[in-house]
């Protein structure tokens, strides 16, 4: 399932950029407010709800409702009940999708469930630790693809993934952190068949986080690759 939001924000603003919120000197509204324009979504990690409170975080999804994509990205692993539940919490903050792994299973409860988010499933992971996910990347492509989500997450430092994903599910909408400060270039989880990247650090470390944010989405719209157009 295309999630139709996140696409129709895109197409419009001509970006295949999604901002990690996880760490940021500046406030989240001031930051957001000064780069919402080049941006197609916004991600909120575990980081920004411990520093910002779920009050900030609400503000912020509601402000830009109409502007942007909000993921809340929790990585969510319980069993399905709980998600469940978590799922409710999330859809009340007002965000339009979150991530969740699916090493754990049971994930097909999760889905006929009515009122959800978005859902992202976590194929593989982008830091090079992770061992134990990646001997299994074959079964969880494999369940990945029985699930039909509204989309995938790929690691873009392991561009052999991101191109595994898409020609197994060269429908799917697949986004793709690891790029800039965990060592992937922007552009090159799209030329390896995803639809967005996902950069945090690059942009919000940056002494100036505009010219970041600009220069970094007009490099991405230059590749070819996903199912963006």
């Known amino acids: 399932m295309r999630p139709a939001k996140l696409w129709k924000i895109a197409l419009e603003k001509s970006s295949r950029l999604i901002l990690a919120l996880d760490s940021s000197a500046l406030q989240p509204l001031k930051l957001v407010e000064m780069l919402e324009e080049h941006l197609a979504g916004i991600k909120v990690g575990l980081p920004a ?23 809340c990205d929790l990585k969510l692993s319980d069993i399905p009940y709980v998600v469940g539940e978590e799922l409710k919490l999330i859809r009340s903050l007002k965000f339009d999708g979150t991530i969740l792994h699916l090493f754990q299973g049971g994930v097909e409860e999760v889905v006929r469930l009515e009122g959800r988010p978005d859902l992202y499933g ?10 134990l996910l990646d001997r299994c990347f074959e079964s969880i492509l494999d369940y990945a693809a029985r699930l039909r989500l509204e989309g995938y997450v790929v690691p873009a430092t392991k561009a052999n993934y991101v191109k595994a994903v898409r020609t197994r599910m060269p429908n799917c909408t697949l986004l793709a952190p690891g790029v800039g400060a965990q060592g992937a270039e922007p552009g090159s989880a799209i030329a390896a068949g995803a639809d967005f990247e996902i950069v945090g ?22 590749f070819k690759g996903g199912r963006f157009g």
């Not at 976590?122 to 061992?131: D, E, K, N, R």
């Open 49 to 71: 709800f411990l520093k910002w409170g779920t009050d900030r975080v609400v503000e912020l999804n509601e402000e830009f409702s109409h502007s942007l994509y909000t993921i």
């Open 122 to 131: 976590i194929v593989a992971m982008s830091h090079p630790q992770s061992l």
């Open 201 to 222: 650090r690059a942009i919000t470390a940056s002494e100036d986080p505009l010219s970041a944010c600009r220069s970094i989405k007009k490099l991405l719209m230059g």
